[in-house]
C-alpha cells in the first residue's frame, strides 16, 4: 500500500513564503504524476500543480509565478515552493500520487494559513 508523507504547512504573512514536501512510501510503483491540489472551505478541491516524470509541469491559473513545483533526488518526491503568498492561498493542500494500473492516493492533508 503506498502512503504519502506531507510536510511544510502552517502560518505565514502575505507576501511570504513556504515549501511543501511530499514523498510516497513505496519502492515498487514509480509516478507517473505526483502533485497538490488544495480545498478552501465552501470551495471544491482545486488544482495547484502537478509534474509528470519527465518533468512536466501543469499549474492552476491562481498560483502561476508564485508557485515552483519540482521532483526530488529522491524516488517519488516532489517539493512545491510557495512564494507571494495570499490570504485567498489558505486551505489544506493535498498531495496526490498516480500510478500505472490507474492508482491513485491522496495525502492526508497540510493546512497553510496566510494571515497578518
Known amino acids: 500500500q503506498v502512503q504519502l508523507l506531507e510536510s511544510g504547512g502552517g502560518l505565514v504573512h502575505p507576501g511570504g513564503s513556504l515549501r511543501l514536501s511530499c514523498a510516497a512510501s513505496?519502492?515498487?510503483?514509480?509516478?507517473?504524476?505526483m502533485g497538490w491540489y488544495r480545498q478552501s472551505p465552501g470551495k471544491e478541491r482545486e488544482l495547484v500543480a502537478t509534474?509528470?516524470?519527465?518533468?512536466?509541469?501543469n499549474y492552476g491559473d491562481s498560483v502561476k509565478g508564485r508557485f515552483t513545483l519540482s521532483r526530488g533526488n529522491a524516488k517519488n518526491t516532489v517539493y512545491l515552493q510557495m512564494n507571494s503568498l495570499k490570504p485567498e492561498d489558505t486551505a489544506v493542500y493535498y498531495c496526490?500520487?498516480?500510478?500505472?494500473?490507474?492508482?491513485?492516493?491522496w495525502g492526508q492533508g497540510t493546512l497553510v494559513t496566510v494571515s497578518s
Open positions: 509534474i509528470t516524470s519527465t518533468g512536466g509541469t
Open positions: 496526490n500520487f498516480r500510478s500505472y494500473g490507474s492508482l491513485e492516493v
Open positions: 513505496t519502492s515498487i510503483f514509480s509516478m507517473i504524476v
